[in-house]
């Protein structure tokens, strides 16, 4: 199928989890310069060998729904969390869950959590090389009350009914041309706000990032 892709991994932290994982990406073009894209995301996580962390048995799936016409795009995300421990991961980087965000990742006990978002490509300003974006995500429905109580997630603390929300605005700019091309400054605002239950600070921070590809054709 042209406007399918799929991916699948297996992942293993010795004597504590394996993680299977399958993604599929799957676009619907439309006419007028519009598309629609659904972007799944899927992990199957059990503890393996000694079980360092504890008994794992976690299921945790994304679906993001976008929607583009020229040079913006409305998404929706939905993410779900099925187990009695947090999904786990080794890097922040290493995850491709909808819900992912600056500061949360939505991934606490029995966990769902909702997002919207909007992306503008600002060429069509007159300001080539320019993004903006922002996104609102709320979970709720946590409960951590069955973390078993000598693995490695209960100092996380997570109680009964535990609910946040988190909601992100960025801009980046990439220079399109010239001896910097390729050159990328983005700047990032989060704030997030959660109960006692879910485990997480309230926080705001600001990121600043500059980057610049080495090498290349």
Same mark, same amino acid.
């Given at each position: 199928?042209?406007?399918l892709?799929?991916?699948a991994?297996?992942?293993?932290?010795r004597?504590?989890?394996?993680?299977d994982?399958?993604g599929?990406?799957? =676009?619907v073009?439309?006419? $007028?310069?519009?598309?629609? *894209?659904?972007?799944?995301?899927?992990?199957?996580?059990?503890?393996?060998?000694?079980?360092?962390?504890? *008994?794992?048995?976690?299921t945790?799936?994304?679906?993001?729904?976008?929607?583009?016409?020229g040079?913006?795009?409305v998404?929706? @995300?939905?993410?779900?969390? *099925?187990?009695? =421990?947090?999904? $786990?991961?080794?890097?922040r980087?290493?995850?491709?869950?909808?819900?992912?965000?600056?500061?949360s990742d939505f991934?606490?006990?029995?966990?769902?959590?909702?997002?919207?978002?909007?992306?503008?490509?600002? =060429?069509?300003?007159?300001?080539p090389?320019?993004?903006?974006? *922002?996104?609102?995500?709320?979970?709720?429905? &946590?409960?951590?009350?069955?973390?078993?109580?000598?693995?490695?997630?209960?100092?996380?603390?997570? @109680?009964?009914?535990?609910k946040?929300?988190?909601?992100?605005?960025?801009?980046?700019?990439?220079?399109?041309?010239?001896t910097?091309?390729?050159?990328?400054?983005?700047?990032?605002y989060?704030?997030?706000?959660s109960?006692a239950a879910?485990?997480?600070?309230n926080?705001?921070? &600001?990121?600043?990032?500059?980057?610049?590809?080495?090498?290349?054709p």
């Amino acid at each position: 199928m042209p406007h399918l892709s799929l991916t699948a991994y297996l992942g293993r932290l010795r004597d504590t989890w394996r993680t299977d994982y399958l993604g599929a990406y799957y =676009t619907v073009p439309l006419q $007028d310069e519009r598309l629609l *894209a659904f972007d799944l995301q899927a992990y199957r996580s059990r503890s393996t060998g000694r079980a360092l962390a504890g *008994a794992i048995d976690n299921t945790t799936a994304s679906l993001m729904g976008t929607y583009r016409q020229g040079p913006h795009r409305v998404g929706l @995300g939905w993410q779900k969390v *099925a187990g009695d =421990t947090p999904f $786990d991961y080794v890097t922040r980087g290493a995850i491709w869950l909808a819900n992912a965000s600056q500061l949360s990742d939505f991934n606490a006990p029995h966990e769902q959590s909702w997002q919207l978002r909007y992306e503008v490509d600002a =060429t069509a300003w007159g300001v080539p090389g320019l993004a903006l974006g *922002a996104a609102y995500i709320r979970g709720g429905g &946590i409960d951590g009350s069955r973390v078993p109580a000598g693995g490695g997630y209960a100092w996380l603390g997570y @109680g009964r009914d535990g609910k946040h929300w988190e909601r992100d605005l960025w801009a980046r700019y990439t220079v399109p041309s010239g001896t910097a091309k390729g050159l990328s400054f983005l700047l990032r605002y989060g704030m997030h706000r959660s109960n006692a239950a879910q485990a997480e600070a309230n926080a705001k921070q &600001i990121r600043v990032a500059a980057e610049y590809p080495l090498g290349g054709p």
